[in-house]
């Protein structure tokens, strides 16, 4: 609830004419960032419909050459016009416009330092957050582990919005697309905004399919082998249409 609410202090004062906000923040958005400012705010919004967040409690983020643009600290979706781009360099300096960048912002940018992500989802989802405050690594529930790079781990709490939170992430992601942050939510990333949401969505469904067959008194859900995941990847690698 800190965490929303702060935001949601942060997110007026940066609307409200960005008093705090240096011009030097201030450049001409280019035409691919714009398109790209467009298809975040679709991603940011599709999470709220679909249930994976709660107001403006996860964020979303899109690197455009070296340019991140990242959701507003606190400012509703359906709020976001074409006006509102809000984008920093790798280096965490604001580039573009004058609302006050998520508090997550170090999660995101590291992220695009040290990986070849182009597009970045968090989410306050509740299986998912349920599951990282009980175990540390989901279980091999499902197959479609293998697409997130093997069994997904859940990294240590820390405050949200810290170094140590970001660092902690990374950890849980080596060799991985998604991870658990516990007490807290999902991180996933990937190619394109609908990849990253995408494995979102496809972990948030593996939690909620772990909880759901873990509660049966006097069972234990079987769980896939380390052999029959890779099995899987390989599979993976030959997945969907190809032109």
Not at 111 to 116: K, L, W, Y
Not at 198 to 217: G, I, K, Y
């Amino acid at each position: 609830m800190a965490e929303q609410g702060q935001d949601q202090r942060d997110g007026r004062d940066a609307r409200d004419g960005g008093r705090d906000a240096p011009k030097a923040w201030r450049r001409d958005v280019l035409p691919g960032e714009a398109r790209a400012w467009e298809a975040l705010v679709a991603t940011a919004r599709r999470t709220v419909s679909e249930g994976l967040v709660v107001g403006t409690s996860g964020n979303v983020s899109v690197r455009v050459g070296d340019t991140v643009l990242v959701t507003p600290s606190g400012v509703p979706y359906d709020r976001l016009t074409p006006e509102d781009v809000t984008g920093v360099g790798l280096d965490g300096r604001q580039v573009l416009g004058t609302l006050v960048p998520t508090s997550e912002l170090p999660m995101h940018l590291a992220v695009f330092r040290s990986t070849d992500a182009r597009a970045v989802v968090h989410t306050h989802a509740v299986h998912a957050t349920a599951v990282s405050t009980l175990v540390p690594e989901l279980p091999t529930i499902h197959y479609m582990t293998a697409a997130l790079g093997g069994p997904v781990r859940v990294a240590p709490y820390a405050t949200y919005g810290s170094d140590e939170l970001a660092e902690n992430m990374l950890r849980a992601l080596a060799g991985r697309t998604g991870c658990l942050l516990q007490n807290h939510g999902t991180m996933t990333y990937g190619a394109t905004l609908d990849q990253a949401y995408d494995r979102t969505a496809q972990l948030e469904w593996m939690c909620r399919l772990w909880l759901t067959a873990s509660s049966v008194p006097g069972l234990s859900p079987s769980l896939l082998s380390g052999g029959q995941l890779a099995e899987v990847a390989e599979k993976l690698r030959g997945y969907g249409q190809r032109g």
